[in-house]
């Protein structure tokens, strides 16, 4: 297999989808017109529906301490918003700027975030959608940071050159009040004091604004006498500044891992100066400098010693140690090692007054890959169970299935083994970011998401009811032996990094049969049990793939041929078709010194024991061939009911009874068509050095060894990780002209055209386009089952299309999706007799038809093409072109609530649904401009209209292409804002109300208004309305409440058009009025001249 081609999926990308070759009926048959199809363009919608995971590259945070909402902003504009389990929500800024700061407007149901581009937004989060209300875009200045006092509604914002604006946040407009940076410093300082990196009002005091400088200097401004009342300076940067509560107090984070204390009205130096993390010289002088302390929170309790918390600020000779949080609590301090750096952390306090003790509980830390939450009220801070899908990115994934309408069973089965694998100890209460409500709507059906990850870990998530939670983790890795150092790496590993990644998944819902392939060209087949087991010796099955060499030219295949398995080399050594308990060692070398059938992993020669859930039942292993590695595996599938495993690559195909634990077949590809072959093999040169990257062995070269007729091709771990790393799907991309198996079906069929009885079979189409078929002989009963061979017979061509085959399905004669054959799950550790009495097979019978002699149609899509066969006569009785230009990624047959279709996402970044079996185009949106490997990887289709991909490398985005669940998705989501008093403002008491003490107040609205203030500059800043008015709303009323919602929108239009005509109509009357007092002046002025005098 050849490296990924990106030039070709760029150029799909820019290329238009073209559907202008309609589905037309072919000539022949034309039974097809009796099915009735009812799937129509109006079923079909797109919207996104959730956002899960952790945000990618998140720097910015902030919390509601009333609402109990976490709101999160990303390097790309993006914000996330959290509340209780199953209650988030996504949103975009338009620019794509990093959201350097948030700040909640507490219980209002609003935030305001500030971006890298110097615009300040206000989002409404009183609707399930939030929407940007208004924008305020900074021209002269650059934005540094910001500050909103609690229940104010004048926002504080630093800037760059070191002055302070004040904005009105409820109509986003400039005050005319601003705090010049040259009147806040000493007038004798000849420096500029850098940027604002810290703004705040005393907590006693709201008249009086801590602003703190970058260069080191804090200055207390008054805001009604517009003067500095303290000045305090230090030779260090500053980094943040923390109140004390009641005022008299600040600490200050420095750039040199130190801590300073000051008293407000002491500015001729610090009453405390600390290094936490630096040594104490003995002689007493000032200790080593650290690395800076970025951030400090300073938080009081009734009952005990203060909190202060920090970041940073660790010794510089701690080279390679982790992020720390530290916490400092009276004479102790706790210095909490984080798995990742630390972007941002808030400590949560019970009251959101920052005049009354705190009364810290907890510590959000934000770290670059994770959020944790520490309990601060246990001994040994132990950390909140996260109830957030957030470590779906724990190893990068590499692929992804997803499953709608499962079996009822599953969910509760995984759930209840998955919840066993969690060890950690979490503090014993409940989340402490519990704000917002679910949604009404739910869906009746379950949905299970399987993701395939790097380290070989595979994890199923519950993402029924727009949710998504962790049920059970697989770690495929244990199979193996530990991997070497780079050292003593083996010389048979074909890939540098992540040799267990998992590349494709096939899994069985009703049989709970698990089978995946990963890029060290290996295959693991398990089952599902409740009771665990310890396996002494791991099954094994080495298999020899090659090409073959007899390859010929030969005409186009015919419909009807059939060809037995006994084509020398199609099953290749002993070693191939037996179980070994043990792969072989790199021993077994041909003649020439070469590499040969060993396997690039060693399977584990110690018991394993296996905890209940998914257990081993067998290992394959490709192996190399006279020193060239096995190549990667492109297809996949397992069959329940028929006990087999097939796996395909550029080499061929082989078909594996993992009951009997044996090989079936190992056929090459230019060995699938016999004397029929369609394609012209040209032969290859002769080896002359090994390519890293060498093409499929293609050709018959009677001069070469046949070392160099079976050469395959290398995969390369960099260049070759999209091919080596995603679902088979996707993986006829990266094609070259060379065939390759590209998808597999098993189901009960009439594959040949004398058949008028479905016998089970396997269907699979290459990467030229050919769709080919192999009967099966299957024994009936269980006992026959595991002592007969299973017999294999093939049937030939069935169908040509343009480009890879991507996907097979089977309709009966009504046009009714028939389900694929498996075997109802049991459990495999249980005794003999319980297990036969449990096991089903679940098969489908086709209904025959006297007026209706073709049975059953075979639904096959391409790369280019779709198209229905009829069976068992092989017409194509319709035919699709999806795309001229560009080409599919992902094809899948579904289901909906009213139907069947195919979708399909193209590299273009169309989305398009096609009705059964008439293949008309229902849906085709232009949804993603630009298409990258992550998406091509990870994107498939479920049924019921459910989609998803992987946005973002820790994030999942689910979508939704059917029109009810689009109109039910307001009613679906959940509310962020619900309706919570805000808590009492601390009590004064007698004396402090008495002799002046407690908070003071301030009467912003005076001292910042326009009647004091004036007016502000003009050019320094752009106001700019946000969709999220009158608009937004329109946008957000749908669903059941829509048309209310819709109703009181038009009644406020209605009104705010009758407020503009009365203010025209008084404009009007007073203009008259106007004229006519100019009028009755003007008459008196000339009443009494005569007309000579004028």
Known sequence: MKKFNIRKVLDGLTAGSS???????????????????????????????????????????????????????????????????????????????????????????????????????????????????????????????????????????GTERGNIHIVNVESFTLSGYVIMWNKAIELSSKTHPGPVVHISDNPMDEGKLLIGYECGIVVLWDLKSKKADYRYSYDEAIHSVAWHHEGKQFVCSHSDGTLTTWNVRIPAKPALIITPHGKQPKDGKKPEPCKPILKVEYKTTRAGDPFMILCGGLSYDTVGRRACLTVMHGKSTAVLEMDYPIVDFLTLCETP??????????????????????????????????????SIHESPVTCCEYFADCPAEVIPALYSVGSRQKRQVFSKKEWPINGGNWGQGTLSYSEIIITGHADGSIKFWDASALMLQVLYKLKTAKVFEKPRSKEEKSSTDIVEEDPFAIQILSWCPESRVLCVAGVSAHVIVYRFSKQEVTTEVVQLLEVRMQCEQNEVES??????????????????????????????????????????????????????????????????????????PPQPITSLSVNSAYGLVVLGNGNGLAVVDYLQKTLLLNVSTAELYGSTDPHHRQPRSPRKTRQPSAGLCDGNDSSATPEERCKSPTSDARDNSFSRSRSSSVTSIDRESREVISSFFFCDSLSKKSEMVAVPSLWFGTSLGSMLAIALTVPSTPEQRMQQPVGVSFCGCVVRLKGAILRMAQLDASGTLLPHIYESWYEPNAPEEERERTRKRRPTSPPSSQENPECQYAVVCSEKQAKVVALPSQNCIYEHNITETSFVLRADVVMMNTGICIACFCANGHIMTLSLPS???????????????????????????????????????????????????????????????????????FFKGLFGGGAQSLDREDLFGELVAGKPSRSLAQHIPGPGG?????????????????????????????????????????????????????????????????
């Open 919 to 989: 293949l008309r185009p229902l849906l085709d949106i232009n949804y993603l401009p630009l298409t990258d490997m992550r998406i091509a990887r990870t994107f498939c289709f479920s049924n019921q209209g459910q989609a998803l991909y992987l946005t973002s490398p820790t994030e999942i985005q689910r979508l939704t292409y059917s029109q009810e669940t689009c109109d039910n998705l307001q009613e679906m989501l959940g509310e962020l804002f619900t309706p919570v008093e805000t808590p009492e403002a601390p009590n004064r008491g």
């Open 353 to 390: 007054y920052p005049s009354d003790f705190q009364e810290p509980y907890a510590v959000v830390v934000l770290l670059e890959k994770d959020l944790i939450v520490i309990d601060l009220a246990q001994i040994g801070y132990p950390i909140f169970e996260n109830p957030y899908p957030l």
């Open 555 to 628: 005409p186009e295949c015919g419909g009807e041929q059939t060809s037995a398995v006994s084509t020398p080399g199609t099953c290749s050594s002993p070693q191939s078709s037996l179980p070994q308990s043990h792969p072989s060692t790199s021993s077994n070398n041909s003649s020439d010194g070469l590499r040969d059938n060993v396997p690039c992993l060693k399977v584990r020669s110690s018991p394993l024991k296996q905890s209940q859930g998914y257990q081993v039942e067998l290992v394959i292993q490709l192996v190399w061939v006279s020193g060239e």
């Open 1030 to 1094: 009158m608009e937004g709303m329109k946008g957000a009323a749908s669903g059941v409440v829509g048309e209310l919602a819709r109703a009181r929108i038009a009644l406020d239009e209605r009104g705010q058009k009758l407020g503009e005509l009365d203010e025209r109509t008084a404009a009007m009357m007073s203009s008259a009025d106007s004229f006519s007092k100019h009028a009755h002046d003007m008459m008196l002025k000339y009443k009494d001249k005569k007309w000579y005098q004028l």
């Open 19 to 157: 559907s202008a070759s309609a589905a037309s009926p072919q000539t022949g048959n034309r039974e097809n017109d009796i099915i009735p199809e009812t799937l129509q363009s109006e079923h079909f919608q797109l919207c996104k529906t959730l956002r899960h995971g952790f945000p990618y590259q998140p720097c910015s945070m902030a919390f509601d301490p009333v609402q109990k909402i976490l709101a999160i902003g990303t390097q790309s504009g993006a914000l996330r918003l959290f509340g209780r389990a199953g209650v988030e929500c996504y949103c975009q800024h338009e620019s794509g700027s990093a959201v350097i700061q948030l700040q909640f407007l507490v219980n209002e149901g609003a935030l305001v975030s500030a971006l890298a581009d110097d615009s300040i937004h206000l989002w409404n989060l009183r609707q399930k959608l939030p929407a940007i209300l208004h924008s305020l875009k900074f021209n002269r200045e650059r934005i540094t940071f910001c500050h909103l006092p609690f229940q104010s509604k004048w926002l504080y914002v």
